[in-house]
């Protein structure tokens, strides 16, 4: 398993631009645990964190993506080693979702702009500030969206079905080109 | 440019920058700012269209986006309103709907029988006798108006954006940006539509002091941070705010639809000038004052040599200064405050010669100019569920109430003098930004992502708005005489008269039997006066006769706009990439691009049931099932029973909705006591987790089971073939020995290197099979090692097409193809897997009926001419009629068996082994099948898959 390396739904190549405002990443390679609790379980004390927000918990990103549901992201070392630990008895589902989606990042001022154009959800700080976790249609598409701006720059995870990685990598790249965006 | 003006001081044109065009065939030059009307006018041409009925030669009455008689063709662009859109060099702009030209017009013979052309003329004339309709059409469609479309034209790109601003300000006149000034200064966030190609409304083409007025306010809201869109329409109001808006001028689209919920809504429409009905209203040379104003101000168009004016207003007045400073000379003006009427124009049918006034005076003149009155455009306040009011001391409709989250101001609310119009429509922004803290207020409560709200939610702010005065007008809508009301529709007052005396005395009837306020001005010129020439006839007044309700959109969108941005979402698997580099055939199956073929779909068959292949079979709908209660879920959702499946081992079962028709099916296996993993029909893979969580959210919130979706989490390939399992013992060590790892078991394990991936021995091709479920990261790289490792087994890849044919030969029936709508579970054959003695589960009642009916039976058929392949959904009818008493829901030439066979829907009385049936070809002709004894054609006991 050692030498093998996830392989990315993106397979198109594309050529970068230096003066983008937005950049779009894609971050599939990092790990992704569901964790699904039912109440009273001791993991919700470790994962606690209330639907709709997020945290940094030492190198992983802890996200209430629904009731009763987390993601936990990062680098596969940091995952694994944050999972380790945590008490999984009780009615507690956990799978591994590393293959299951593939993870974007939209990042740069004006990407609010960008998603105005393929997303109806409200972007603004108020209604989705940084940390913020929903879901929404991205191009006709579910994606799980946690905003986890990078350095006071509006930044965006953008969790998808594996299957429609390519599609929605287009298309976020087409909904940015009117801002000037490139691939990170 | 004869017709072009010396420099006005408030022209929007660029004299140093000429643009060339072509009008009607002719050289022409305008400037940049020009609308293609202004342009055309300023090279001297007044005839723009020719009326949709009677063909009449017809010139600008509005000079604006509402013009009903500028319609023109611009390139392949039909339909161009050209008082509006903006001259382009290089265009050749045409008239429409002309022949043999715009000069001479035969069609304009429909005069000579227009006292026959009475509304419902169609209606009546064509309806008898019914089998002549299509020649009727025929020759109808010759009088279509508009222009002609060229499907070769490239598609243009259309955009889509939503936002979600404070307040939304429909019209950027003073008022309007008044009242995005003053709710961007109380901190809301603002987007402020205009219509036309800039701010101010009215004062764009008033004195230098209105101007200086228009200019300082567009610099405080630009500085103030609005959005400003100009070019754009809200076109809709509907539930809760949505607010449609079209941006028709975009840097990277032709047009741009905006979806904005507004949390406010502020109506600054203005007023929209309303022409006056007499006859000889529609010649050339009639315009509205704001026509004449805009063509001089704006464009530094002369638009006639000698003019009357019949003014009843300030527009009316100022259209004569400006017409004097023009140099057009002003041969009379008629104050219809008093008791001054314009009766008729004369002249030619394209030019006016003379004007006949009230009291037998007549005047010659080519421009008679009108300022009778104004409509009060209420459209968006009608989507909001108000029914404005007529007031008939000021000879227009007012808004009567309106939604919190909607405020009016500027003309649409009342009169009053430029300051006053400013301070109300400050007042109004105030108003709707402190409402809109509020309601936001109350959105991010109610929102669990939203950022945390401080204190309680505000009271919405209450209006102590100063309300604007409403200055006296005389009701100013039809002469002494007939004329055009509709001038789109070439509905003139007297049809309406007839109409109504036919019975059409409902405004709302009349609109619909004679097309009035139906055309492209959608009301806006029209609507008022139509109510009014209907009030006539009725002897009721205006109020009385009510007015139609505006509907969206405000005014017409184009297909494109509606249609957006077009979003068509592709699924793929990992091994795409592969299947594209080593020549697959796509289909599009659902969302999902899959191989059909690699070449030889029947090799592909062969080699399957001689070697090994492998097909790639991710769009398989895959979910983990997590908790002690899942066979409490598997019992109440397929239609067996899941009460003792061994870890380990895996079951097939089918899934009805509760009437009993089957919804799905698929193989479910147990991988630990608690995790289970369930799939589904590719089809169904996202419809089966909904129903599963349904039933546990609503009647089993109780149960401890977790539905988690991992379709595209794992890779799926099917290694089927007499070898396969050759194939697998080099990959895994996995024990694949028939004793450890039988038919229907599931192991996990490591597959060329990959760990936790999952191995189920079941197969839909009837020959030993692995189906295998691997990382989706890692799928490419196991789907390579099986092709290495098998090369000298003969592994090849196989698609849709050839596992298709193999169903078939083994009888498997696929739900939604050789099931439908309608067929219930026991269709299917499958009654030994519907357990009627269990306590409960989805479907049981309709079931324990069903099972007692002489339902369909899906049947095994061989045709017996071995040639034909019946396409997918032939009839089988009675044989010498064309009774349908079935159908053929699979067919495919099976290379295995050398000759055709399928699956079919048969009523009982057919199924028996042995029958035959007629089925209907494309063609007309008519074959025969013959019932087979079991579903399988091939290996029906299932020895190959069980070795």
Known sequence: MSDLTIQSPVTRSYSTKTDAAITLTDETAQSRLLFRAGTGTPIRAALAQSFGSSRMSGDVLIAGSRPDEWLVLGEADAVAAWSADVPTEGHVSLVDWTHGRAQFRLTGEPVRGALEKVCGLDWSNAMTPDGAVTSGSIAKVTCDIIRNDVDGVPSYLILVDRSFGQYLFDALLDAGDEFGITVG | ?947
């Not at chain 2, 499946?645 to 895996?650: A, E, F, I, T």
Request: with cysteine; hydrophobic share 40%.
């Open chain 2, 1 to 947: 440019m004869t017709e072009r003006l010396q420099p006005q001081s408030g022209e929007v044109i660029d004299r140093s920058t000429p643009l060339p065009f072509v009008w009607n065939g002719k050289e022409c030059t305008g400037y940049v700012g020009d609308t293609i009307a202004s342009a055309i006018m300023a090279n001297g041409h007044r005839i723009f269209a020719r009326s949709m009925k009677y063909h009449r030669p017809r010139g600008l009455l509005t000079a604006d986006f509402w013009d009903p008689n500028a319609f023109v063709q611009v390139d392949d662009d039909p339909n161009v309103r050209s008082g509006h859109r903006l001259l382009e060099v290089g265009v050749t702009v045409s008239p429409q709907n002309v022949w043999p030209s715009l000069d001479v017009d035969v069609k304009a013979a429909n005069q000579l029988v227009g006292r026959f052309l009475s509304p419902g003329f169609y209606y009546k004339t064509f309806i008898h006798p019914q089998k002549l309709w299509p020649a009727y059409e025929k020759v109808l469609s010759t009088f279509a108006p508009g222009g002609e479309v060229d499907i070769e034209t490239p598609l243009a790109y259309h955009d889509k954006r939503y936002t979600h601003p404070d307040v939304v300000v429909a019209g950027g006149g003073p008022a309007g940006m008044a009242a995005a000034l003053a709710a961007a200064e109380a901190g809301a966030s603002v987007l402020l539509v205009e219509h036309e190609h800039g701010l101010g409304g009215h004062l764009r083409w008033g004195s230098d002091e209105e101007r200086a007025v228009a200019a300082d306010l567009e610099a405080k809201v630009r500085a103030a941070g609005v959005e400003v869109l100009t070019d754009s329409t809200v076109t809709g109001r509907y539930e809760d705010n949505w607010v449609g808006i079209v941006q028709r001028s975009h840097p990277i689209a032709v047009e741009r639809l905006i979806k904005a919920r507004a949390k406010t809504l502020v109506v600054a429409a203005g007023l929209i000038e309303r022409p006056y009905v007499f006859a000889g209203n529609d010649r050339p040379g009639v315009m509205l004052s704001g026509a004449v104003r805009r063509l001089i101000n704006l464009y530094a168009v002369k638009p006639g040599e000698r003019a009357v004016v019949f003014s009843a207003n300030d527009s009316g007045d100022a259209s004569v200064a400006d017409l004097e400073r023009a140099g057009v000379e002003i041969a009379a003006v008629v104050d219809g405050r008093t008791t001054g009427n314009v009766i008729a124009t004369h002249g030619s049918q394209k030019a006016i010669k003379s004007v006949e006034l009230s009291g037998g005076r007549t005047v010659e003149a080519d421009l008679l100019v009108t300022a009778v009155g104004w409509t009060a455009p209420t459209s968006l306040l009608n989507m909001a569920g108000d029914r404005p009011v007529y007031d008939p001391a000021v000879a227009r409709f007012f808004p009567s109430g309106t939604p919190d989250n909607v405020l009016v101001t500027g003309g649409l609310a009342g009169d009053g003098t430029l300051d006053q119009l400013i301070e109300h429509g400050s007042a109004t922004g105030s108003l709707a930004a402190g409402r809109a803290v509020a309601i936001a207020h109350r959105l991010q409560a109610a929102t669990v992502r939203a950022a945390a709200v401080e204190g309680a939610e505000p009271d919405l702010a209450a209006d102590v708005r100063t309300p604007l005065g409403r200055d006296p007008h005389p009701e100013l809508f039809r002469s002494t005489t007939h004329g055009i009301v509709d001038y789109s529709e070439d509905v003139g007052s007297k049809d309406l008269v007839s109409a109504a005396k036919e019975g059409y005395d409902s405004v709302e009837l009349l609109k619909r039997y004679t097309t009035a306020t139906m055309g492209p001005a959608q009301g806006k010129l029209e609507t008022v006066n139509t109510v009014a020439v209907l009030a006539e006839a009725r002897g009721e007044t205006i109020a009385e006769v009510g007015t139609t309700i505006w509907r969206p959109p405000y005014a017409p969108i184009t297909l494109g706009a509606l249609a957006g941005r077009i979003f068509e979402p592709e699924r793929v698997s990992s091994i795409h990439p592969w299947h594209v580099a080593n020549g697959a055939k796509p289909i599009l199956a659902g969302q999902w691009i899959r191989p059909e073929h690699y070449g030889d779909p029947a090799g592909e068959v062969t080699n399957v049931r001689t070697n090994v292949g492998i097909i790639d079979v991710t769009p398989l709908g895959k979910l983990v099932l997590d908790g002690p209660d899942v066979p409490k879920l598997l019992n109440l959702l397929y239609t067996n029973s899941w009460n003792k499946l061994d870890v380990g081992s895996v079951r097939y079962g089918l899934m009805c909705a509760e009437d009993g028709v089957v919804m799905d099916d698929g193989v479910t296996g147990r991988l630990s006591e608690n995790r289970w993993l369930m799939t589904t029909t590719s089809s169904g893979a996202g419809s089966v987790w909904e129903w599963a969580e349904n039933w546990l959210q609503t009647a089993h919130p109780d149960w401890e089971v977790f539905v988690t979706p991992v379709t595209t989490a794992y890779t799926s390939i099917n290694v089927a073939g007499p070898k396969s399992r050759e194939l697998m013992s080099r990959l895994t060590d996995i024990d694949l020995d028939p004793d450890a790892f039988g038919y229907m078991k599931v192991r996990t394990g490591e597959i060329a290197g990959v760990d936790d991936c999952i191995m189920w021995r079941i197969g839909f091709t009837g020959e030993l099979s692995y189906e295998l479920h691997v990382p989706a990261g890692y799928g490419l790289h196991v789907w390579e090692a099986l092709l290495e490792a098998g090369a000298d087994l003969g592994v090849a890849p196989f698609g849709l097409e050839a596992q298709r044919i193999m169903r078939i030969e083994k009888g498997h029936f696929i739900v939604g193809q050789d099931t439908d709508g309608l067929t219930k579970a026991p269709t299917t054959g499958l009654q030994p897997l519907i357990k009627l003695d269990k306590d409960d589960f989805v479907g049981k009642p309709e079931l324990t009926w069903a099972m007692e009916q002489d339902l369909p039976v899906l049947v095994s058929v061989k045709m017996t001419d071995k040639t034909i392949v019946p396409p997918e959904a032939s009839q089988i009818v009675r044989p010498g009629t064309n009774e349908i008493l079935g159908r053929i829901t699979s067919s495919r030439y099976s290379p295995t068996l050398g000759e055709s066979i399928g699956l079919a829907q048969v009523p009982p009385e057919l199924a028996s082994a042995g029958s035959e049936l007629t089925v209907v070809l494309t063609s007309g002709e008519r074959t025969t099948a013959v019932v087979q004894e079991h579903h399988a054609h091939f290996d029906p006991e299932g020895a190959r898959l069980r070795v």
